[in-house]
């Protein structure tokens, strides 16, 4: 992810890093942007993919590991959450999120990018992210 996104545009950060510096980080704009970019960005998100799933290269994607990514980078970067500690629980329920998304052709919508939308996909995408957020800290 970092590589896709470079230094000049998302600072790297680890999970040994304090709380409060990746909270910090998780609310600088550089951040906030990228975060945003996954979402309006198509090409962001298969580059990512295809650094991770290298057998992919010249090959789509399957939705399963677009899911997969998209679940990874959203525990990362989304700014209503303090970690970047992913396990199998947030994983899993932001995979299937997801899967169900992409089924439905439902816009995947950023949460920061469209705040004050009262679409029905977004406020679930919220409510969906908060209670993970809240349930793993």
Known sequence: ???????QRLERI?????????????????TRNAFYELFKNHDILTKIGHSVFKQYRDKELPFTHCAYILS???ILLN????????????????????????????????P???????????????????NLDSQFP
């Open 1 to 7: 992810m970092f590589s896709v996104f470079g230094e």
């Open 14 to 30: 680890d999970n040994n890093s304090p709380s409060m510096k990746i909270a910090e980080w998780k609310q600088n704009q550089k």
């Open 72 to 74: 990874i980078c959203d």
């Open 79 to 110: 700014p209503n959450s303090y970690s970047i500690k992913c396990n199998d629980k947030s994983v899993t329920k932001r995979v299937e999120f997801f899967l169900q998304a992409f089924r439905n052709k439902t816009q995947i919508i950023s």
């Open 112 to 130: 920061v990018a469209e705040e004050s939308s009262d679409s029905v996909e977004n406020e679930n995408y919220d409510d969906f992210i908060n």
